[in-house]
Nanobody, 115 residues
Framework: QVQVAESGGGLVQPGESLSLSCTAS????????MGWHRQAPGKERELVAG???????NYADSVKGRFTISRGNDRNTVYLQMNGLKPEDTAVYYC?????????WGQGTQVTVSS
């Protein structure tokens, strides 16, 4: 069994920054690919950023240059640093981990960007 747990999130004003963290635990025996998706009300869940087991990263065009995904010292902990937040970044952010071909999801954390 694999568990994915996020923390962070909250309410910020446009232009401000926020950091999310996520840890995958359980039956994991190596560094795994992890990522962040988000889902805004009335919209489909979309990829925000991902990082492979080898450390390669990819980002949605809408967040390139503003968001950064990175790994912690615990290789199955990842962070999402979000700078220059915009109202359109408002969504529930979900972390996920890809373990032996199966994707496990966290419960989600709300990020609201509003003045």
């Amino acid at each position: 069994q694999v568990q994915v747990a996020e923390s962070g999130g909250g309410l910020v004003q446009p232009g401000e920054s926020l950091s999310l963290s996520c840890t995958a635990s359980g039956r994991i025996f190596s560094t795994v690919a992890m990522g962040w998706h988000r889902q805004a009300p009335g919209k489909e869940r979309e990829l925000v950023a991902g990082i492979t087991s080898g450390g390669m990263t990819n980002y949605a065009d809408s967040v390139k240059g503003r968001f950064t995904i990175s790994r912690g010292n615990d290789r199955n902990t990842v962070y999402l640093q979000m700078n220059g937040l915009k109202p359109e970044d408002t969504a529930v952010y979900y972390c996920n981990a890809l373990v032996t071909g199966e994707r496990y999801w966290g419960q989600g954390t709300q990020v609201t960007v509003s003045s």
